[in-house]
């Protein structure tokens, strides 16, 4: 597979359930991304990852816990969530944090029960 | 706090027509500028980026503008055709300061194009 990956593409989970959301990058990227896509509101930055560092936080509730092993994959664990955390996740990369290209996976649609 | 808002929501015409999309930003302190498409159930492509310094990028039938003064940007789209209907968000990425701060991309909510055939 080429670009950016993102597994499930579809998620229902109930409030008390623990479940993972998972990317791959196979074009050799330094810096991945996690975003969040509500409906009727813009698309939302939560965290960014260079090298397996976390660089940026943007104030995500602890109930969104990601983790990146390495560079090429990137994950997002996901416990007692609220229906509004509903939304579509977009994962994407990029060359190196910061550059201006970002390439982005097709998102997984996560419904909260 | 930087805010990117596009208009219209949303467009539908037919086939063959030129159109406009529109896309405000409250600080003219950014970086860059980009133009993604977004097809349903897909992520986002990328489709221009205008520097700060630019005015205007050109791709095949698409044309962005750029007036970083007063806060703009439009989307035009020349002889528009079925397999244009897509989301189109605009984009700007915040000034970098130091080496901290790697400035990020904030988003419009969209504007969800219908190109009737």
């Known amino acids: 597979e080429t670009g950016v990956t993102q597994t499930p593409r579809h998620l229902v989970m109930g409030m008390t359930n623990k479940k993972s959301l998972k990317c791959e990058q196979h074009?050799?990227?330094?810096?991945m991304y996690w975003y969040k896509q509500s409906a009727k509101k813009p698309l939302e930055l939560m965290f960014v990852?260079?090298?397996?560092?976390?660089?940026e936080n943007n104030s995500v509730p602890s109930r969104f816990s990601p983790e990146c092993p390495n560079s090429s994959h990137l994950f997002l664990h996901l416990h007692t969530l609220q229906p509004e955390d509903s939304a579509l996740y977009l994962c994407?990369?990029?060359?190196?944090?910061?550059?201006?290209?970002?390439?982005f996976g097709p998102g997984t649609r996560l419904t909260v029960l | 706090k930087q805010e990117v808002t596009q208009i219209p929501a949303a467009l539908s015409v037919p086939e063959g027509e030129n159109l406009v999309l529109n896309c405000s930003f409250t600080?003219?302190?950014?970086?860059?500028l980009q133009w993604f498409r977004q097809d349903p159930g897909k992520g986002l492509t990328s489709l221009l980026l205008?520097?700060?310094?630019?005015r205007e990028q050109t791709s095949g039938r698409l044309n962005a503008s750029l007036d970083k003064s007063s806060g703009r940007s439009t989307l035009y789209i020349a002889a528009s055709q079925p397999g244009d209907s897509a989301t189109y968000l605009c984009?700007?990425?915040?000034?970098?300061?130091?080496?901290?701060?790697?400035?990020?991309?904030?988003f419009g909510q969209g504007t969800t194009l219908q190109v009737k055939p």
């Open positions: 994407a990369s990029s060359p190196l944090v910061g550059s201006n290209e970002q390439f």
């Open positions: 074009l050799g990227h330094n810096a």
């Open positions: 990852y260079s090298l397996e560092e976390r660089v």
């Open positions: 600080d003219s302190a950014i970086y860059n």
């Open positions: 205008i520097q700060s310094s630019q």
């Open positions: 984009a700007v990425r915040t000034i970098r300061h130091g080496s901290s701060n790697t400035g990020k991309l904030i």
